[in-house]
């Protein structure tokens, strides 16, 4: 229920005229003339070079290698007389027979030498023939040479 003066009803109607004239008069903008604006000069644009966008990744500096040791040390295989760290695996068939997987550089020249012998030695027999491979030949395991034994008929 509104409590408006009886005095206001005759004038509301002049009221509302007013007020929708002003709230319209706030929404309407003024005319005016366009500002003439002068055309670029006709100098012909360089075409948009695109730019390589390169990365920052930060440089790790180089890790070095794990120093070998100069003097082969440790303990020796029972079966092959190489050092243990230089073995990597010994198979063979029945004992007439061995193939040597090891790293060269972790055992002395001496014990590589001497490890046919001994391999044959520990089977009761005696030498028929051995071959090493030469370093890095056709191996899929750099640094690892191969060694065959083959020993005589019992």
Do not use: E, W, Y
């Amino acid at each position: 229920m509104s409590f408006l003066p009886v005095r206001t009803i005759p004038s509301l109607p002049r009221l509302t005229a007013i007020l929708a004239a002003g709230l319209l008069a706030g929404c309407v903008q003024t005319a005016t003339a366009p500002v003439p604006v002068a055309p670029p000069p006709s100098v012909p644009a360089a075409p948009a070079v695109p730019r390589a966008v390169v990365p920052v990744v930060p440089v790790a500096p180089p890790v070095p290698a794990p120093p070998v040791p100069p003097v082969a040390s440790g303990p020796v295989d029972g079966r092959s007389g190489l050092h243990q760290a230089s073995v990597i695996a010994i198979t063979g068939d029945a004992d007439s027979r061995f193939t040597v997987l090891f790293r060269p550089a972790q055992t002395d020249a001496g014990k590589i030498s001497a490890a046919p012998a001994q391999l044959c030695r520990g089977a009761g027999r005696d030498v028929a023939g051995s071959r090493t491979n030469a370093p890095g030949a056709g191996s899929a395991m750099p640094g690892v040479q191969m060694m065959i034994v083959t020993c005589t008929a019992a």
